[in-house]
């Protein structure tokens, strides 16, 4: 039986933190020095495992005027998209073509329908 521990540690918290307060930096820095295109590469190197600090950075942008309203749509978008690929090559690289099977329908629809709002978005 796997260890089940307490997801509100001290420790979980301060990693997450750590993690956000990364992708916050990037973010402005990339979006100040490469514009959209470097907010676009950390929203999609930083969804492969999670979308919560690109959202949470994007909101933040937006949110203080330092980023327009489509570029944070869409940086949180891409990193979404990319969290759903991540999702699927870890499927078939632990579970193989049966697990892959049976994953692939919900999550590849669930990216076409943030595709679809994305392009509506546009």
Partial sequence: MPS???PTELRTAIV???IYG???LLSAWLHDRAGAVGLYGVA????LTDVDAITLSSLRLFGIGSLAAHPAVLAIGLAFLAN?????????????KDMLRRCAPGLLVTAGGAIAGLAAFA
């Fill in 4 to 6: 089940i521990t307490n």
């Fill in 16 to 18: 997450f933190a750590l």
């Fill in 22 to 24: 990364l992708v916050l």
């Fill in 44 to 47: 999609l190197v930083s969804g």
């Fill in 84 to 96: 759903i690929a991540f999702k699927l090559g870890l499927t078939a690289a632990a579970g193989g």
